[in-house]
């Protein structure tokens, strides 16, 4: 069975700081994983994905995340966080050819100006 | 524009009524999805469909039914018998590419239910 793992449900940075946003995943055979972002009140729009093409994988609004194999680990970043970046974050796993997606429980990142 | 509506944003219903939530895709899409969110729970998946006239039970499918007759609408059923269905509802729908589709879904912008 596949799953999700996102450590910590409330990230606070600083306005101009790193966003880190940590995900790890369970999955039997290689996965393919996503990030999603969700304004409040409003539906999910996918961040990025990873499909096996790349490693590294960049995403809109300058977000990029890193599938580390060896670690189960999509971690998402963003070098320099602003106030527009304040919303709930979703990893979710899905395995090749699988119907449904696991979603993780969500992180909501905080910006301070 | 090609996308996912949902109606209506905002429903209330009393006690013992069944009340539907509709998800209409104009993305050509085959697969479609029900979502339920609640604060600190994630999504939780209700009920899925890879093509008309099928669908299959998600983890969280008691109290609830769906019908699939068109392929760009799939309408969400909260019974009577959902104990607690107060949340925040997410349709989604998803291409199927031959056999290896990676499910990037697209969602609705959702309808949150209270129950009076």
């Known amino acids: 069975a596949q799953s999700v793992t996102q450590l910590g449900s409330h990230v606070s940075v600083s306005e101009g700081a790193l966003v880190l946003l940590r995900c790890n995943y369970s999955?039997?055979?290689?996965?393919?994983l996503f990030w999603y972002v969700q304004y409040p009140n409003q539906g999910l729009q996918l961040l990025l994905k990873y499909t096996s093409a790349a490693t590294l994988v960049k995403g809109i609004n300058g977000f990029e995340a890193e599938f580390k194999k060896s670690e189960t680990s999509f971690h998402l970043t963003k070098p320099s966080a602003h106030m527009s970046d304040a919303a709930e974050y979703f990893c979710a796993v899905s395995d090749k050819g699988y119907q449904k997606v696991t979603f993780g429980i969500g992180t909501k990142l905080q910006v301070i100006p | 524009d090609g996308g996912i509506t949902q109606s209506p944003k905002y429903l209330f219903r009393k006690e013992g009524q069944n009340v539907t939530l509709s998800c209409e895709q104009n993305l050509n899409h085959d697969a479609m999805y029900w979502y339920r969110q609640d604060p600190g729970q994630g999504l939780r998946l209700i009920y899925y469909?890879?093509?008309?006239?099928?669908?299959q039970k998600g983890d969280i499918a008691e109290g609830y039914s769906v019908s699939r007759e068109k392929k760009e609408s799939f309408p969400l059923t909260v019974t009577s018998a959902q104990k607690n269905p107060t949340a925040f509802y997410l349709c989604?729908?998803?291409?199927?590419?031959?056999?290896?589709?990676?499910?990037?879904?697209?969602f609705g912008p959702g309808t949150r239910l209270t129950v009076l």
């Open positions: 989604a729908s998803s291409a199927i590419v031959g056999q290896a589709f990676y499910n990037e879904q697209f």
């Open positions: 999955s039997s055979v290689p996965p393919y």
């Open positions: 469909s890879q093509i008309v006239n099928d669908f």
